[in-house]
């Protein structure tokens, strides 16, 4: 296969740029420099396309690095017979014609200097400078000889690390690829398919994410011409077969243009041709294909609010697909991309997708981070992104989210496959969604991350004490999947007394002073439970001797390789953890009871002949406030005056019959804790119960669901007014969110 065959990107080149030939601009690049005061001929479409950028460039810089590149590459062939200089000469031209700047041209003339040539960095750094050198060391590869199997992926690392510092050396890579991409042809089919699985794989994830659109798409082209040829070929003669399909386009952009032109919006209206991945997912999407269904209108204007008046003007004057309409100028990707996506249909009903941007919009939507040049010069007004200060430092939009995530990651892994596999991973994440965490900065994460990814971003290995969360101020679950948009606290072990339920606010007037609190039972110690052990800030703290940490299901809900690498790390660590129980018996499992103790308290009613009996659904205690309605037999059922009971009673006209509490101290109750399944859950409950002095009558674990426990305790205590501090003290046990009286029948033991 020749390099032409595999070039479906030729179709969409520029009009009015002629293509270039580079063999003849090897023959010039063989003959040297024509004069000492003249740019050698084959260097001079590149000095012609950056200056058409940058009009005042200092050309001078170029031409030396062209000399050096020349020289040192002189004798040098590409497998197609070209002289080699032809290579770095044509990754620089396409830099240039994206508005690269000198320093990332001059770098991207000597890329290939230090790896395949006598040329030392040293040597580089000293004619060159810092930056120059810096950008050349990150795309030069590693030796094979040195790292065997493992020296793609650690190269892929090194640039990776390099990227996060000064993304254009990214930016030279993706030049790089597109070129050999070009001229493929000349290799075995099997390293085609090579190359282009990884190009599809690491490559273009990347250069979506870097925004470098014009690259992305030539490469998925040249990618589907070699790992999908038959469907290539069926792409291929549909856009033959419908070569007159622009009429239909052209005509809605001089209806465009004629409505612009009356509401007085200067603008340029121009025709965008889809490639061929692009047309070959419209007709897998819509399947039989119509005119205005093979490229898309582009609307260019001066100011951004414009933009909102052609969106105004083109939606009253043709029928909008409300459906279609996407706003990123006020949410832009995290990729810089910004434009305003809509779809009309024209008076024969014909739709055409409209995409609406300013100039500056458009430079950024095809060059991406190129068009902005030195990270430390970035573009003012360019978008903002994930990562962004406001603070007054730098803010370099050339140094996203994503990949300060990655960066972060990657150093967790020092397996080359394991990091290899993982990057792939992450970079399959085609979507990204930004999330806000409770009191901090807003944080971007891949679409489908769920709370445990979002806690491995924010704590990092902290974040193996993770219990559950609150997504939009409702609590949820670790595997709760976030959703763009969302607000999201993370609760942690050593945190969760953070976290109370309204009911703790209710139940604050039913407190006493300390001075005012009655004293222990005699004979009862005051000794510290494991479970509400504090460290030095007073932060309840999880018991010591428990082995606290992720449970293997929330492999399944990670999609971060972060989350990922942390969660395997310390299950790798901690092998017994696989085998431990997150939560307690899945059936209910009675506790040892026994009915001695002190008298519990009764109530006693201002009716001859009747028998008080506290009701089961409120548990009432004495100090509650209580009122009673008679059943049959002679008894009188106590409810606690806020039960619903009482609401339903009194709705049906039942008389209340007076209740008051008899001289007894003690009280039978039954509470409610709900919590986050652990190990020793019910262990530290059953001890923090005991070290109040309450005696457990019976108690009830129901199967965990969703990681969430519910434990019931029918519970007797020798004095009524120390049930607040035992729930208070409940509370307070790592993983428990909430403990409520029982507002429903409870079994009795």
């Known amino acids: ?62 031409q030396r690095a062209y000399l050096l590149a020349e020289s040192s590459h002189r004798g040098q062939f590409r497998k197609s017979g070209e002289p080699y200089i032809t290579h770095p000469l044509a990754v620089t031209l396409i830099l240039a014609e994206l508005g690269a700047e000198t320093t990332t041209l001059t770098a991207s003339l000597l890329h290939d200097t230090v790896e395949d040539t006598e040329v030392t960095l040293d040597q580089v750094h000293r004619e060159f400078g810092d930056e120059v050198a810096y950008l050349v060391d990150g795309v030069t590869k590693l030796e094979k000889v040195d790292y065997g199997a493992a020296a793609e992926p650690e190269t892929f690392r090194k640039m990776l690390v390099a990227t996060g510092n000064d993304v254009r050396v990214m930016s030279i890579k993706l030049a790089d690829r597109l070129h050999n991409m070009r001229t493929l042809g000349v290799m075995r ?12 794989d690491v490559l273009i994830p990347l250069a979506e994410r870097l925004g470098v659109q014009v690259l992305k798409t030539e490469l998925e082209d040249l990618v589907f011409a070699i790992l999908h040829p038959e469907e290539y070929e069926r792409t291929r003669a549909l856009i ?3 070569a007159d399909a622009g009429a239909a386009l052209d005509a809605m952009a001089e209806r465009f243009r004629a409505v612009l032109r009356e509401a007085g919006i200067a603008a340029e209206v121009l025709i965008r041709p889809r490639h061929f991945v692009s047309v070959h997912r419209v007709s897998l999407k819509r399947g039989e294909l119509r005119g205005t269904d093979f490229g898309r209108l582009l609307v260019l ?51 055409a997708e409209v995409l609406i941007r300013t100039h500056q919009m458009h430079r950024v939507a095809e060059a991406g981070v190129i068009a902005l040049g030195n990270p430390d010069n970035a573009t ?3 978008a903002p992104v994930d990562g962004e200060r406001g603070d007054g430092e730098r803010a370099d939009p050339t140094r996203p989210g994503w990949l300060s995530r990655l960066l972060e990651w990657q150093q967790a892994t020092p397996d080359s496959e394991a990091f290899w596999s993982s990057l792939r991973a992450d970079l399959a994440q085609d979507r990204e969604i930004t999330v806000f965490p409770v009191g901090g900065r807003p944080l971007g994460l891949p679409a489908g991350a769920s709370c445990v990814d979002a806690a491995y971003a924010l704590y990092g290995e902290r974040a193996h004490a993770s219990l559950g969360a609150r997504v939009n101020g409702r609590l949820a679950t670790l595997g709760t999947v976030l959703g763009d948009g969302d607000t999201v606290q993370l609760l942690l072990a050593h945190e969760i007394h953070e976290v109370r339920d309204t009911r703790e606010v209710r139940d604050a007037h039913e407190t006493r002073d300390a001075d005012e609190a009655p004293a222990r039972p005699a004979g009862s110690r005051e000794r510290p439970s494991p479970a509400l052990a504090r460290d030095g800030e007073g932060v309840a703290a999880a018991p010591q001797d428990t082995v606290s940490g992720p449970s293997p299901d929330w492999l399944e809900h990670a999609r971060t390789p972060a989350a990922r690498i942390a969660i395997s790390t310390w299950l790798t660590a901690h092998p017994e953890a696989a085998r431990t129980p997150a939560a307690a018996p899945s059936r209910p499992a009675p506790v040892a009871s026994g009915d001695e103790g002190p008298a519990v308290a009764e109530a006693v009613v201002d009716l001859p002949g009747a028998t008080a009996r506290l009701a089961g659904c409120c548990t009432p205690v004495p100090h509650d406030t209580v009122v009673g309605f008679a059943v049959r037999g002679g008894v009188v059922t106590v409810h606690r005056e806020e039960c619903s009971a009482v609401t339903r009673m009194r709705s049906l006209e039942r008389e209340p019959v007076a209740v008051r509490w008899g001289e007894a101290a003690g009280c039978r109750v039954t509470l409610v804790a709900e919590s986050f399944g652990r190990p020793r859950l019910l262990a530290d ?21 969703e990681q969430r426990v519910r434990h019931t305790y029918t519970l007797r205590l020798p004095d009524a007014a120390r049930l607040p501090a035992l729930m208070r003290a409940m509370r307070k046990v790592a993983g428990v969110y909430d403990v409520s009286r029982a507002q429903q029948p409870a079994a009795m033991g």
């Open 685 to 705: 409950l059953t001890e923090v119960i005991a070290v109040e002095g309450a005696a457990i009558v019976s108690a009830t674990v129901e199967p965990p669901s």
């Open 1 to 62: 296969m020749s390099a032409e065959a595999v070039n479906p990107g030729a179709h969409s080149r520029r009009r009015g740029r002629p293509r270039i030939d580079f063999r003849r601009l090897g023959r010039a690049a063989l003959l040297g420099p024509t004069g000492r005061d003249r740019l050698p001929d084959a260097i001079g479409h590149v000095a012609e396309a950056h200056r058409a950028h940058h009009p005042d460039a200092d050309l001078a810089t170029l």
């Open 189 to 200: 089919p099997e390293k085609q398919a090579r190359i282009a699985r990884v190009t599809r």
């Open 380 to 382: 003012e007004g360019a």
């Open 240 to 242: 033959a077969e419908n």
């Open 301 to 351: 204007v001066t100011e951004d609010a414009d933009c909102y008046g052609v969106l105004g003007e083109l939606h009253t004057c043709f029928t909008p697909v409300v459906s279609e309409f996407k706003d990123f100028i006020a949410a832009p990707k995290f990729n810089l991309y910004q434009s305003l996506h809509t779809a009309v249909a024209g008076p024969e009903g014909a739709v």
